[in-house]
């Protein structure tokens, strides 16, 4: 079965500084990757997804992630993030066909003025 | 994008009484819905895999007589808690897979509180 490793619970950046949210998956022939943003008492609301194709996925808000099939990560970056990001987000894995998607932890991204 | 909605998104009620709480797909079919329970601060842990016109699939400790899934027709879904006691207060979260996208879409989730 796959899992998700997102390494860091907390990740507190300033306003207008660059962030990267790691996120590892176990290995699997082929994977679907997501990434998606939960503001408080809120649902989900996806940023990107890999499927196939280019390794670098560009979503929505500015974010971006890239595909690393050979250290099995998928890791979020924004180059300048504003106040409003601030937010839980999850890294979310699938296998090809109809399984569910398997979720990681989240991590709690601050952004501080 | 597909929009899934989920009624209510609130609810309170008394310890032993059941709670129904529905998740609809709006503007697409889905042979298969999910449904998540998320605890403050933590993720979402999938607890069944509901499939039209057949029985839900559980997770491993998910009790499927305390929470009975229903998926009658290719909107809906809906999830009973059954006897609600107060460790059954959480957000529930359900999600529609959209088969030609290979996507699934959330629901907003509800809210439960078992007093």
């Known amino acids: 079965a796959q899992s998700v490793t997102q390494l860091d619970s907390q990740v507190p950046v300033f306003e207008e500084a660059p962030v990267e949210l790691r996120c590892n998956y176990s290995?699997?022939?082929?994977?679907?990757l997501f990434w998606y943003v939960q503001y408080p008492n809120q649902g989900l609301q996806l940023l990107l997804k890999?499927?196939?194709?280019?390794?670098l996925v560009k979503g929505i808000n500015g974010f971006e992630a890239e595909f690393n099939k050979s250290q099995t990560s998928f890791h979020l970056r924004k180059p300048s993030v504003h106040i409003s990001d601030t937010a839980e987000y999850f890294c979310?894995?699938?296998?090809?066909?109809?399984?569910?998607?398997?979720f990681g932890k989240g991590t709690r991204l601050s952004v501080i003025a | 994008g597909a929009v899934v909605s989920q009624h209510p998104s609130r609810v309170i009620c008394k310890s032993g009484t059941s709670v129904k709480i529905e998740c609809r797909s709006l503007d697409f079919q889905a042979t298969t819905m999910f449904w998540y329970r998320q605890f403050p601060k933590q993720s979402l842990m999938l607890m069944a895999t509901s499939n039209e016109g057949s029985k839900a699939t559980y997770e491993q400790g998910v009790e499927k007589d305390k929470f009975l899934i229903n998926h009658a027709s290719l909107t809906l879904s809906t999830l009973t808690v059954t006897s609600a006691h107060p460790e059954d207060s959480s957000f529930y979260i359900c999600?529609?897979?959209?088969?030609?996208?290979?996507?699934?879409?959330f629901g907003p989730g509800t809210r439960l509180t078992v007093l």
């Open positions: 290995s699997s022939v082929s994977v679907y």
């Open positions: 890999y499927l196939s194709g280019s390794t």
């Open positions: 999600s529609a897979r959209d088969s030609p996208l290979n996507e699934q879409f």
């Open positions: 979310a894995v699938s296998d090809s066909g109809n399984t569910p998607l398997v």
